[in-house]
């Protein structure tokens, strides 16, 4: 049974790990938005997101398989803590809301550049 995922980092459509989603076949990509998370510049290389009320965060949503999944929690270092996956309601650019999951960055932000959302999804250049 395929699920939903947010991603909005490397992941995106022509980011460096994109290529995992195009070879797992997941059907996508469906702008969309993530309510009452902020988006941080958490190394030079990569983003995290974390709760934070009032701030959003653009991305893209995916339908993976349970394998696809399990591929992408290893790649995001849920096992050791890196990241930890969430099930959230997100809405898509023509305004369904529906479940996603997402990965939440599971460290603090001290020192972490917040994306402003004019510079999102990830990568946006102006």
């Known amino acids: 049974m395929a699920v939903n995922i947010f991603v909005y980092g490397t992941l995106l459509q022509g980011g460096s790990n994109h290529h995992i989603l195009q070879a797992g076949e997941g059907r996508g ?6 309510e009452d998370y902020a988006l941080y510049q958490v190394t030079p290389w990569y983003p995290g997101i974390v709760p934070k009320p009032g701030r959003k965060v653009l991305g893209e949503v995916y339908e993976v398989s349970p394998e696809l999944l399990t591929r992408l929690d290893r790649l995001e270092g849920v096992d050791v803590g890196l990241y930890r996956r969430e099930l959230a309601t997100v809405k898509t650019d023509d ?16 020192g972490a550049r917040e994306v402003p959302l004019k510079k999102q999804p990830w990568g946006k250049e102006s």
């Open 29 to 34: 990509p469906v702008p969309a938005a993530l």
């Open 95 to 110: 305004g369904r809301q529906i479940e996603a999951f997402v990965y939440v960055w599971n460290s603090g932000t001290n």
